[in-house]
Nanobody
Framework: DVQLVESGGGSVRTGGSLRLSCEAS????????MAWFRQAPGKEREVVAV???????TYYSDSVKGRFTTSLDNDNILYLQMNGLEPEDTAMYYC????????????????WGQGTQVTVS
């Protein structure tokens, strides 16, 4: 079975940092796109970062570029390091994955984790 489990969310002050984790079962970063999305109350789910298979590169949305970075551990744990957090980053953060090609639309991903809440004030 494929499964994605996020953790690491919490409440922080503006300017603070958090590291989110996504443990993937049934996916490997070497062969799958692995991505972070977020959804704030009343808003649509939006892409945060998409890591391409084999680590050939990572797409970051303009709103997080320069502040957020992804990394991997054991080829199946995807981290999202979030620095310089702003109130606008407050959202539920979700991990997802798929076989290539990679997309920035949430509609192209079928399996999601349960999400982890990030609150910045």
């Amino acid at each position: 079975d494929v499964q994605l489990v996020e953790s690491g969310g919490g409440s922080v002050r503006t300017g603070g940092s958090l590291r989110l984790s996504c443990e993937a079962s049934g996916y490997t970063a070497g062969r799958h796109c692995m991505a972070w999305f977020r959804q704030a109350p009343g808003k649509e789910r939006e892409v945060v970062a998409v890591r391409y298979p084999g680590g050939v590169g990572t797409y970051y949305s303009d709103s997080v570029k320069g502040r957020f970075t992804t990394s991997l551990d054991n080829d199946n744990i995807l981290y999202l390091q979030m620095n310089g957090l702003e109130p606008e980053d407050t959202a539920m953060y979700y991990c997802t994955a798929r076989a290539g090609p990679c997309y920035t639309s949430p509609n192209e991903y079928k399996v999601w984790g349960q999400g982890t809440q990030v609150t910045v004030s």
